[in-house]
Structures are given as C-alpha cells and as structure tokens.
C-alpha cells in the first residue's frame, strides 16, 4: 500500500481548505511507493539497526488482537476484514494526489523513518 506521512495528509487538507478554486473532485491520497508490511519492517530495520519482522494474523487472529486492545467487537472484525482485503494487493497503488493539492511530492516510509527515529528507538 501507498503509506503516507500524517503531515501530507494534513497539508492536502489545508491546500483543500485555502484553494481559491473548487476542487469538484475526490483525490486519493498516498506515499510515493507502494510498500507490503514486510518491505515496512525492513525499511525500519535498516533505520534503527535492530530486526523488525512482520508476523502476519490470520483474520480471526487479528480479530481477537484487536479485541484484546480494547476495540468494540464489531470493529476489531472490520478492521480485521479490511486488513485481509489490503493483503491482496487491492490497495498497491500510488497517486499524485499529494503534489497536484500541494506542489510537493510525498514524504517516502524511509524519509518517515528516519525522520522519526526517536520514535522507533525503546
């Protein structure tokens, strides 16, 4: 999937608030590349030197961790049912909707990790 920074995302809403002109249409917004939680923990690896590996649930599992977090049980097995869904490659695509509203191209995973290390060190 097209992970994106939370800092583009607000600044296409601020580019869609301030504009002069009516936007009349629906942008998709995503980071430059398309990334599997696999390539994620290996770009977070590589940022903080430590081994991060992603372990893949099964839906009924991911339910039940959701559930265990404290979600309501109606939306642990959304969530867990949209997760199922973006694992078969649905949701591999980049957009430019972050340039064409901003005029700047979208921060990458990498240029997120590292900008964030401290948030990635325990």
């Not at 590349?33 to 690896?45: F, K, N, P, R």
């Not at 867990?80 to 695509?93: K, M, N």
Request: aromatic content about 4%.
């Amino acid at each position: 999937m097209g992970f994106i920074d939370a800092d583009d995302i607000a600044a296409a809403a601020v580019a869609c608030l301030t504009s002069s002109e009516p936007l009349n249409g629906d942008k998709v917004l995503t980071g430059p590349e398309a990334l599997s939680y696999e390539d994620t923990a290996g770009i977070v690896s590589e940022v903080t030197g430590r081994t991060i590996r992603h372990v893949a649930l099964s839906p009924e599992e991911l339910a039940l961790r959701f559930e265990a977090q404290g979600l309501p049980r109606d939306h642990d097995g959304i969530l867990a049912g949209l997760d199922e869904t973006i694992c078969t490659g649905v949701e591999d695509r980049t957009t430019d909707g972050v340039a064409l509203l901003t005029g700047k191209a979208p921060v990458s995973f990498r240029q997120f990790a590292k900008s964030n290390l401290g948030s990635w060190q325990v």
